[in-house]
């Protein structure tokens, strides 16, 4: 098994002041950078960035791709993992997603894994004008053909339903051939399926226990054997994700942790929700629905999101599924491990953790956590091996 860690870049207004200001979004940022550069250097596998655009105190990694640029140049082993591009051509046309995807690969000496996705807020959708009835059908037709660009020279030109394009040469190419290793978001089952069908890889968010993950892994590799690949190669892999924060017991990270993973969801559902764009202050909001830090928790119920992919996440990060020690994190792993998932990827970046307890987080875990999964890992690729006899489709995949 392999691990990751993903990013957000969550941002919270200072509950003593109405917006926050540049050097909030710097620090952010700047601490990212390090925890990133850290990350690499202690043997972490993928770093994972997503793409929202608009949810204000959730998420402010609105352009990955720059992110990622400046990653490739202080890392040097760690994969630069898009999770996921807005594929819908109303939020990024895919010529221009193919020629970001082939730049990144090139400086970063092919690094890239391309995560696909359609986008699923309402902030997100209604901001750029796309169709939530024909969203899954604009993400396939653009991540087809943006395979195609990379793939072709030249181009000879699309006449679609979503988009359409006159021949053109699309440049650069990616460095890793036939194109790097392709993933869909994959927080359903239904979805997992479709990744299956497709020969991608199936990157998911979180998953409700290991049970359900190893029932996913197995009718992921029933359906992939008889793929019809979106692209030239298929990418077998299944990850799943989870709130990680570590320290030398339980309840210190549960008092380090907590918090943060309670305000991921909160968050998550508010600005999926009725919001007023630059007004709201979500994190004021979620102190007068949880009180002030070191208050007792009132009894709240909450309201989920009624979309299943928004569903999934917000319940994710309620779950708090590696928060807690050394050993507490390896036994919950184990049971992963046990499901043949390909990839653990962790959320830490949240609410207000602090920077040294996360780069604490991650030095235990490659230190105590690590190395166990690591000396195992040939066993689970002699596991995928097996799974894939008699599968004739090319393979790129960094498993």
């Not at 970063?108 to 359609?118: A, D, L, P």
Request: glycine share 8%; aromatic share 10%; net charge negative.
């Amino acid at each position: 098994m392999k691990f990751g860690v993903q990013y957000q870049l969550n941002v919270v207004r200072p509950l003593d002041r109405e917006q926050w200001d540049e050097r909030d979004e710097l620090k952010i940022f700047q601490e990212a950078l390090e925890q990133i550069e850290f990350a690499d250097k202690l043997g972490f596998d993928y770093v994972w960035f997503t793409e929202h655009h608009f949810l204000e105190e959730y998420s402010c990694s609105s352009a990955p791709e720059v992110f990622l640029g400046a990653v490739s140049q202080r890392t040097k082993n760690i994969r630069l993992s898009h999770g996921i591009v807005h594929m819908p051509p109303k939020q990024n046309h895919p010529a221009r997603v193919a020629e970001r995807i082939a730049t990144l690969d090139l400086v970063s000496n092919g690094r890239v894994e391309f995560g696909t996705g359609e986008g699923a807020t309402i902030t997100e959708t209604d901001g750029f004008g796309t169709v939530r009835a024909e969203k899954k059908e604009a993400w396939e037709e653009a991540t087809r053909e943006c395979l195609r660009m990379m793939t072709m020279t030249p181009y000879p030109g699309y006449q679609g339903i979503h988009f359409s394009m006159p021949e053109r040469n699309v440049i650069p190419k990616p460095l890793q051939k036939p194109h790097p290793p392709v993933w869909v978001a994959a927080s359903r089952l239904e979805t997992v399926m479709v990744g299956a069908r497709l020969g991608m890889g199936a990157l998911g968010v979180g998953f409700e226990s290991p049970e359900e993950a190893r029932e996913r892994v197995s009718r992921y590799y029933e359906l992939i054997r008889n793929c019809r690949p979106i692209g030239k190669a298929i990418n077998p892999a299944l990850a799943a994700g989870g709130n990680l924060m570590m320290a030398r017991t339980n309840e210190e990270a549960i008092a380090r942790g907590l918090r943060g993973a309670q305000y991921f969801g909160f968050a998550l559902a508010f600005t999926n929700g009725e919001v007023h764009h630059g007004r709201d202050h979500v994190h004021r909001e979620f102190v007068k629905r949880f009180g002030p830090e070191g208050a007792e928790r009132p009894n709240v119920v909450e309201k989920e999101p009624e979309d299943e992919t928004q569903r999934t996440l917000f319940r994710a990060g309620r779950r708090g599924n590696f928060i807690g020690s050394p050993e507490f994190v390896r036994e919950n792993l184990r049971r992963f491990e046990e499901a043949h998932i390909d990839i653990v990827n962790f959320f830490y970046q949240m609410h207000e953790r602090k920077h040294e307890h996360i780069m604490e987080t991650l030095e235990l875990f490659a230190k105590e956590v690590m190395p166990e999964f690591k000396e195992r890992h040939h066993l689970h690729q002699k596991w995928r091996e097996q799974q894939l006899d008699g599968v004739k489709h090319e393979i790129n995949s960094s498993i």
